[in-house]
């Protein structure tokens, strides 16, 4: 799953650190986001979103990649 939460946050002139404590995470959260290294759990997500005042789906989106097909 790929996001803009890096471009997002630099809009708004937030550091990793202010980012994290607005979402209830570590900054290592936030640089784990914005790497594409971890997928937000939907709660997270929902919070994400909330903050940022947008739907979840402007901020985060699938891969290319789609299930295998049988």
Known sequence: MRNDLKARRAERRWSQAELGTALG?????????ENDKYDPSLPLAFRIAALFECPIEEIFTPDEEGPAAP
Do not use: G, H, P
Request: aromatic fraction near 0%; proline fraction near 0%; hydrophobic fraction near 55%.
């Open 25 to 33: 995470v570590s900054r290592q959260t936030v640089i784990a986001l």
